[in-house]
């Protein structure tokens, strides 16, 4: 039954596996955090083109599949621009304009739940717009997303299960390796899922954990989609 | 072969894509209602809701298409033989789980009263949340439902791992069939999707807002 796990190259192959899936979705969703911060201030103060602009942004990856993006990404960038481009820098950056997408939302959802007052209080104070963002609003505002970043983390998680088909090594990849090696399949994508779920729920516990220490009391984000 | 005959390919992709997302859609509801009011009213086996949630929003989707039909088939060729019954099985139950998550919101949203109401004039607790909660549950539950459609239609491309030739599918083989145009059969592809996400979830939210005002909420 689980042969495949004694073997060291099929564990090798696990391990390198894990790790390309977590530093991918880690990176990605550090970028999307990034980026979807500026896109939910450009949202908010930006002008009227401003906003369409990033209303068109986010339809797009919002409403197109990542597995699209992905492939179109892969295939075309590099033929476009005459360039060779590494892959994994490709998937890296649409993991990360996928995930600001979805983080635009989020974070402009909690920085609306403050904004108003506390705006007006630092600007009464005497910092400016852009202080204000820095050092009043955005510190409250990440505290706010925690529970919601989590969940994007974990269906990032998700979602870079589509490596393994554009040929790279994440877990998904290795279970196709494995397969490739004459074992019985079900045995294989039950370790490969569980160790999908192992990290997933675990970084979900933690998340929740660092959630209830750094929450703001009486402060809580509604829910939304 | 120009850009009209690969859009034509690639719509006829559509049904396929609409059916799974459909079907998944359904078994969503019909899985994720139960599991909600279990979650809400029935404390001491709550857990076994939380664990199938953990178990399907902790695993992807395209995991366990691997796993029920590549893994299973050899033991179950009945029902997991076919990739259509494997595609609408694995994403209706991954659905169930996330709109597990969008009644319980919702039944918080109809409130315990109504209830307490119900059960005060006799009626079971079964007997009203069939009457009585379920009715109301869909209109505090149409935004989430919204997005959750949307995430169907896209996570429907996952199917493409069992070799179902939907829209993706089609896509993928469009640009390895031709001579070397990528660019074209993945754009319209994506243009599909976004075409076939975007106005139901828009429509379904309007809707949501009409029938709140109508009951006055």
């Given amino acids: ?225 | 072969m120009d850009v009209w005959q690969q859009f034509i390919i690639l719509l006829e992709g559509v049904p396929l894509t609409l059916s799974i997302s459909i079907f998944s859609f359904l078994i969503g509801i019909v899985v994720g209602l139960p599991l909600a009011f279990i979650r809400v009213y029935e404390k001491e086996i709550s857990f076994v809701v939380d664990a199938y949630e953990k178990i399907f929003r902790g695993v992807p989707e395209i995991v366990l298409l691997l796993l029920f039909f590549f893994g299973l088939r050899p033991f179950f060729p009945f029902p997991f033989g076919n990739a259509f019954f494997v595609a609408c099985f694995v994403l209706g139950l991954r659905s169930a789980a996330n709109q597990s998550q969008i009644y319980r919101g919702a039944i918080r949203g109809v409130g315990d009263e109504q209830m307490i109401a119900g059960m005060s004039v006799g009626f079971s607790k079964w007997r009203a949340i069939w009457y009585i909660m379920i009715p109301q549950v869909f209109n505090f539950s149409t935004s989430g439902l919204g997005s959750e459609y949307a995430l169907l239609i896209k996570d429907s491309a996952y199917v493409y791992v069992i070799g179902l030739a939907e829209v993706m599918t089609r896509s993928l083989q469009l640009a390895k069939s031709g001579p070397g145009d990528y660019v074209t059969p993945f754009v319209l592809g994506a243009a599909i999707y976004i075409a076939l996400t975007f106005p139901f979830a828009f429509w379904l939210d309007k809707w949501g807002n009409k029938r709140k005002k109508k009951i006055g909420l």
């Fill in chain 1, 1 to 225: 039954m689980l042969e495949f796990l004694f073997n060291p190259m099929h564990q090798g192959w696990i391990v390198q596996g894990l790790f390309l899936t977590v530093e991918i979705t880690l990176f990605g969703v550090l970028l999307g955090l990034g980026l979807g911060t500026l896109l939910a201030i450009g949202d908010i103060y930006g002008k009227k083109p401003v906003k369409a602009a990033i209303a068109v942004y986010v339809e797009i990856f919002r409403g197109s599949p990542l597995f699209v993006q992905l492939f179109l990404a892969v295939y075309t960038v590099p033929t476009i621009l005459n360039l060779q481009i590494d892959h994994a820098i490709l998937a890296f950056l649409v993991f990360g304009l996928n995930s600001a997408g979805y983080q635009k939302g989020y974070v402009k959802g909690a920085m609306e739940t403050i904004l108003d007052d506390q705006m007006q209080a630092g600007l009464s104070t005497g910092m400016s717009k852009i202080q204000t963002l820095r050092y009043v609003i955005l510190p409250q505002a990440y505290r706010i997303v925690i529970p919601s970043w989590t969940n994007e983390f974990c269906s990032l998680t998700k979602s870079t299960a589509t490596l393994g088909y554009l040929g790279f090594m994440d877990l998904v990849g290795a279970g196709l390796a494995i397969k490739g090696s004459n074992y019985e399949i079900l045995p294989v994508w039950i370790v490969i899922g569980a160790i999908y779920f192992v990290w997933i729920t675990g970084f979900a516990k933690i998340m929740d954990v660092i959630y209830e220490k750094k929450r703001i009391p009486g402060v809580e984000l509604a829910m939304q989609s």
